[in-house]
């Protein structure tokens, strides 16, 4: 039981380069997410997908994509990469274990855009 | 708008002095509140939710209890290990997101 799994851990990117972020869970959960983290700005919610088919936008979605591939996977795409994109993104999925709503994250992708 | 605060931003403690962080929420129609752990470099980890005011949840040396304002993280003897970052988080809306405080870093020397 892996848990929440995301490749790459680390990438750099030149301005206007494109790339995918892979995430993949185990658990059997519905709901999953894409957040970004940033020094002083906490976690904000890029994109969520509430089930297989179906995604929705966050806070901060403007740059990226999304595709719900299956139910175990969840992709992240940033079509022309901007310095402003330089992040450390987390994927995350949720469900009930044991009569509670439960999130677990990955371990995270460190994007450099230059 | 949903707002999620944390205090302190940041907190030094010695080994074995008990100390709270505090999570304030204002939401409409909370679906839950839930507190990680983030070590340095590391995703965050899922600690509690907490569902309604009252309800409290423990796990070796942390207690969290849920009003209906705030949440507390109670530290009780901390030790080096629970050096981290605390998030708390909650869910609300039809939609239920999770909205995001900005952290407590938590520092516990020997």
């Known amino acids: 039981n892996a848990g929440v799994t995301q490749t790459p851990k680390f990438q750099v990117l030149k301005t206007g380069q494109s790339m995918t972020l892979q995430c993949a869970q185990d658990m059997n959960h519905n709901s999953m997410y894409w957040y970004r983290q940033d020094p002083g700005m906490g976690l904000r919610l890029i994109y969520y997908?509430?089930?297989?088919?179906?995604?929705d936008k966050g806070e901060v979605p403007n740059g990226y994509n999304v595709s719900r591939l299956n139910k175990r996977e969840f992709s992240l795409r940033l079509e022309s990469a901007a310095p402003s994109q330089t992040s450390v993104y987390f994927c995350?999925?949720?469900?009930?274990?044991?009569?509670?709503?439960?999130?677990?994250f990955g371990p995270g992708t460190r994007l450099l855009v230059l | 708008e949903d707002q999620v605060t944390q205090s302190p931003e940041a907190l030094r403690l010695q080994e074995g002095e008990s100390s709270s962080l505090n999570c304030s929420y204002t939401v409409s129609g909370l679906r839950g509140l839930f507190w990680y752990r983030q070590d340095p470099g590391k995703g965050p980890e899922f600690l509690f939710t907490?569902?309604?005011a009252g309800e409290e949840k423990e796990k070796e040396r942390l207690k969290a209890t849920l009003t209906k304002k705030e949440s507390f993280l109670h530290i009780t003897a901390p030790k080096p290990e629970d050096s981290a970052t605390y998030l708390c988080?909650?869910?609300?809306?039809?939609?239920?997101?999770?909205?995001f405080g900005a952290g407590t870093q938590v520092v516990v020397t020997p």
């Open positions: 995350a999925s949720s469900g009930r274990g044991q009569g509670r709503e439960t999130q677990y």
């Open positions: 997908s509430a089930s297989e088919g179906t995604t």
């Open positions: 988080a909650v869910r609300a809306g039809s939609w239920g997101k999770f909205q």
């Open positions: 907490l569902y309604s």
